[in-house]
Every structure is written in structure tokens, then in C-alpha cells.
């Protein structure tokens, strides 16, 4: 599967946002999608995984309540919204794809990348 994210760009703190991750080339209902991000200098993070099927989600605790993960199948897309953003929020988002029984944080589990979407969060 092939996995293309946008929707970044530059904002004020306290703003939404919304990221699409949009999957082709595989049967993408089958797959957990998680989306990561990746600050300049810093490891690349876990923010949140939506299953297969969207019924389980999953979050890091600093976008919990702030940051929503959901899927439309039939679109063959994945949408991070994010509101009330922070400039610590600035960063490279990632999609990213697996077919585990079991939603995963880490990196290593996930099997297939999209190439990013930078987000930039003002102050």
C-alpha cells in the first residue's frame, strides 16, 4: 500500500488542523494506520492509531482530548484533526501502515510510510 499524507501548513497556536492520510495500491480497509510526527533534532513520536476497521484508537498523552484519529474506508482515508494546537505540535507528520492484531506506538512495527506533512504551529 502506498500512503500520501496532506493537509499541513503554518498556523497560530490555538488553531485546528486537519491531515489526511490517503492510502492506494493495496486493500487499505485492511490495514491499522498510526500517525507519527517528527520534530527537527528529535526521534520521531507516536501521536495516535486507528485499526483496521476504525472501532480502537489509541493516543499519546499530550494530544489526548486535543487530537482525534478516524477513518473512512470507502475513501481509503485516514484524518488526523487536530485542535487547539501548540507550537510543540510543530513537526513532520507520518502515516504509516500495519496489518498486527493489535494497535502499536512503535515505529518498528509499522510496515509501510507516507513522506510527511509539515505542520507549523506559531506563537
Known amino acids: 500500500v502506498q500512503l500520501v499524507e496532506s493537509g499541513g501548513q503554518l498556523v497560530q497556536a490555538g488553531a485546528s488542523l486537519r491531515l489526511a492520510c490517503t492510502g492506494s495500491?493495496?486493500?487499505?480497509?485492511?490495514?491499522?494506520i498510526g500517525w507519527f510526527r517528527q520534530a527537527p533534532g528529535k526521534e520521531r513520536e507516536f501521536v495516535a492509531a486507528?485499526?483496521?476497521?476504525?472501532?480502537?484508537?489509541i493516543y499519546t498523552d499530550s494530544v489526548r482530548g486535543r487530537f482525534t484519529v478516524s477513518r473512512d474506508n470507502a475513501k481509503n482515508e485516514v484524518a488526523l484533526q487536530m485542535n487547539s494546537l501548540k507550537p510543540e505540535d510543530t513537526a513532520v507528520y507520518y502515516c504509516?501502515?500495519?496489518?498486527?492484531?493489535?494497535?502499536?506506538?512503535?515505529?518498528?512495527?509499522?510496515?509501510?510510510w507516507g513522506q510527511g506533512t509539515q505542520v507549523t504551529v506559531s506563537s
Open positions: 504509516a501502515a500495519n496489518t498486527l492484531m493489535e494497535l502499536s506506538f512503535r515505529t518498528t512495527l509499522y510496515d509501510y
Open positions: 495500491g493495496g486493500f487499505f480497509s485492511r490495514y491499522n
Open positions: 486507528i485499526n483496521w476497521n476504525g472501532r480502537d484508537t
